[in-house]
Each structure stands twice: as C-alpha cells, then as structure tokens.
C-alpha cells in the first residue's frame, strides 16, 4: 500500500496549466512521485471556517486491524479483503469520484461533516458491539480448547478415558487417575501396589501419553484414598481429581461444540491442500463492507480539507487545482524541495520542512505548514504485531 501527498494550488490562466507544471517539475528529470489528478466538486463556500476534528483515521485503521486479528492464521489474505467500492484502496484513491449520492454538493460543508460523523460515528459503535460479542465466543472457546489440549496435569480428560476404565457404583472400591513422568514408569510399576495397603493388585492400565507422561489408573479402597495421595506424591507421582460423570462429560463436550460453531458462524476457514479457502461469515462481510464505508467517508473528509484550505489561502471565486502524487521514500527530500521551488512565491514564510520526519496527515500543526495545501494518506492502514 502506498502513501499520498494530497496537495493544491491555485490555478494559473487555467487549472490544467497548473497541473502541468507540476507533474513535469516532479518527472522531468526523474521520477520522484507518480501523479494524478484529485477531482473535488463545486462545494457551497457559506461556512469556510468550520473546522473537520473527526478522526476518521482511527475508526478506519481499527477496523482493517480487526479483520486482521479476525482472519488469524489466514492474515495474507486481510488486504485483499480491505477494499473500497470494490477497488482497492489505491486505486480508489487515485481515481478519486465524489459520491454524490452520499454526499449532496447542495449541502453546506458543515452538514457534509456532520453526514460523514454520524455514518462513522454508527459504525464505530456497532464494531464495538459486535467485536464485544466475538472476541467473548473466542474467549469461552480458548478457556474450553485449553482444557482439551496441553498437559496431562491439567488438560480435561473427558475425551480420553472410557466408562470402562473405572470400578463404577461400588461401596468400597474407587478408581484413581494417575499422571506418571515417562521416566518414572518402572518406579509407578514396581511401587504403586505398596503405595498403600489397600491397592489392588494388578489393577493399573496406561490410558493414554503425552509427551511427557502417561496417565494410569489404579483402583483401591475408598478408605486409603487419603493415604494413596500422599505417598503418590511423595513419589512425584500425581493424582487427578476426577470423578466418572457422563452427564457432566457430555455437558463440556457439547459446550465446546456449540461455542465452535458459534465461532464458525462468525468466520470459518477450510483447508484444501495448502491453500485456505475463506468461508466468509457475518463478521467478516460486515467488516468488509463497513471498512470501504469508513475509508471512502475518510478520502471524502480530506478533499473537504483540501477544499476549505484551498479557498481560505487563494481566496475566491474558486479556483486551484487538486493533485494527488504517489511518493516514494528515497525521494522525498527532493521531491519536497521541488515542491518548494515551485511555490515558494505563494508563501515566503513556509520553510522547506525536514522530510524525515513523520508528518501526520490529520492534525495541522506549524510544523506541517508549506506553500501549498498539504494533507497525507498514507494507505498502510494494518499494524501486525
């Protein structure tokens, strides 16, 4: 993704001269920025000195960076699903339309503004909403997928023992889960009948191992229970606490399914070979197509800043032109300097500005002041940690 300079200047005998002169200053000698032009409509002029405050920015970045944290796993394929009006965003950007449906040029530009904030505004607090819900089902999921998976020491162990394993409805006898280090299983085989007086003979099995560990079961009676504990763990031999309930097992079973599926309904994905297909569910289409609303509104807050700005500086009837250069890193300090050179007249009170600082396209400060309209767009909306 690229960044833009958004920049105006007044029109000379004809706004095409000035647009001219530019994009040949910029090419003629090397290629310091890729140019297009920036088209703004004949907005109503009543209300020059209200100010745009909406951050627009952040809502945009926090919903690119959502579908980023959405699509997990699966993270290249988040820019292309970050597109505006099904383009994306920098061509969206270089072939910049007002939407004239959305944002009537008959409209003051104050109740422009306030269209865009209340669109933005509602979009931002259903994320809110709706990131509130997921990230809940993504959390009771990982809490039920933890207690499934890791060590025998902690890891539910409804999925690995059968009913058959244990010594059931019995007043006497009780069957024990033991968690065995693998270099301990000669010492559990040797030691685990005299662990108490009350074991029964040749009554352990390994159900299942890890890793690390085998899980073995042991049946004695209930009386020893206590005694067996301790001398196990004397022995660095640990003993779960579990008791054989199908009820409460199918319960946790049926628990992890339905908060899967829930998450599934959100957003799945499907392996096919090596390729992940995304089954796009409600989240993510919802995100989709509210990131375009977001960006779109943002693009339109900058040409109404380049708009007001424009006309305040170079006064009226209306006339600059809008021109939009796509920069590249190695040659921003020249291209400022060219930039300079070919207004300076405008204002020989704005000095050329060290380029490698960053200047942040939403909030005028001296420090950002040229010759020129100047706003940034910087399409690099995604911070992946």
């Given at each position: 993704m690229a960044e833009f300079w958004l920049i105006s200047a007044p029109g000379e005998k004809t706004c095409q001269q000035t647009w001219d002169k530019m994009n040949i200053a910029t090419t003629r000698?090397?290629?310091?920025?890729?140019?297009?032009?920036?088209?703004?409509?004949?907005?109503?002029?009543?209300d020059l000195p209200f100010l745009f405050i909406l951050n627009l920015l952040s809502v945009v970045k926090k919903l690119a960076q959502y579908m980023s944290d959405v699509l997990e796993d699966s993270r290249d394929k988040v820019q292309e699903n970050l597109l505006a009006n099904g383009v994306d965003l920098n061509t969206y950007v270089t072939r910049f339309q007002w939407d004239m449906a959305k944002y009537p040029i008959k409209q003051s530009l104050k109740n422009i503004s306030e269209i865009v904030s209340k669109q933005v505004t509602q979009i931002d607090n259903d994320l809110k909403a709706r990131a509130s819900a997921y990230n809940s089902i993504k959390g009771n999921l990982q809490?039920?997928?933890?207690?499934?998976?890791?060590?025998?020491?902690?890891?539910?162990?409804?999925?690995?023992?059968?009913?058959?394993?244990?010594v059931l409805d019995s007043e006497y006898l009780i069957t024990m889960l033991v968690v065995v280090p693998k270099a301990s299983y000669p010492d559990w085989q040797k030691t685990y009948e005299t662990l108490s007086e009350m074991v029964v003979p040749r009554s352990s099995n390994l159900l299942f191992e890890d890793q690390d560990s085998g899980l073995f079961s042991v049946t004695l009676f209930r009386k020893a229970i206590d005694d067996f504990k301790l001398k196990s763990r004397e022995n660095k031999f640990i003993v779960r606490d579990f008791q054989y309930n199908e009820e409460e097992m199918k319960a946790d079973k049926e628990e992890l399914t339905r908060l899967s599926t829930d998450k599934k309904k959100h957003v799945v994905f499907k392996e096919q070979t090596w390729l992940f297909i995304c089954l796009q569910g409600p989240l993510v289409r919802w995100l989709k197509v509210n990131f375009s609303e977001a960006f779109i509104a943002w693009i339109h807050i900058k040409a109404l800043r380049v708009f007001t700005e424009s006309v305040l500086r170079y006064g009226l009837p209306v006339n600059f032109q809008a021109m939009l250069l796509q920069t590249n890193k190695k040659n921003i300090k020249k291209l400022r300097e060219v930039l300079h050179e070919l207004y300076k007249h405008l204002d020989g009170s704005a000095a050329i500005i060290d380029a490698s600082m960053d200047i942040p396209g939403l909030n005028l400060s001296q420090q950002e002041y040229y010759p020129y309209v100047y706003y940034k767009i910087d399409c690099n909306l995604l911070d992946f940690k």
């Open positions: 000698t090397a290629n310091l920025s890729t140019n297009s032009k920036f088209t703004i409509p004949d907005l109503k002029v009543n809490n039920l997928e933890r207690k499934n998976a890791g060590s025998l020491l902690t890891r539910s162990l409804a999925d690995i023992v059968k009913k058959e394993d244990f």
